[in-house]
């Protein structure tokens, strides 16, 4: 894929993921990237579930966040999730959190995830479901 694929998803930051000074507590940013991907998949045509009903994992098998500013109860944030690879075995995603119609990052990560027969638990390369998900989405994108 020469052009990434951007899709984002908005969450409004609820009261129970802050910590007492009101801030997004750290982990609930890896919660936010998970449903920014799924959501991604499942507006290129492909539900999660089918793949696992496919005996298809995608497992995260590395993950990196850096936190640049602190978000608050009750913003709205825009995730975005950057489709960069899709053809290995490996998919990175990129993603860039923001308040929405603001322009500053305030939490930047990467998630990589790794195909895996369900069955073995052994790598695989990227399913053909998901690779045409990916070059529908692409052209619908006119990428």
Known sequence: ????????????????ECDP???VYHTHYLDHFEAARTEALRDAGLAYKSLEAAGILMMVTEATLRYHRAAHYDDVLEIEATFTETAGPRLPIDYAV?????DRVLVSGRVVLTCV????????PTPPAVREAFETWGAREGV
């Open 98 to 102: 923001r308040r929405e119609g603001h």
């Open 1 to 16: 894929m020469e052009t990434p694929l951007v899709y984002t998803y908005t969450h409004r930051v609820r009261y129970r």
């Open 21 to 23: 000074m009101g801030v």
């Open 117 to 124: 027969d369900r069955a073995t638990m052994r790598p695989i």
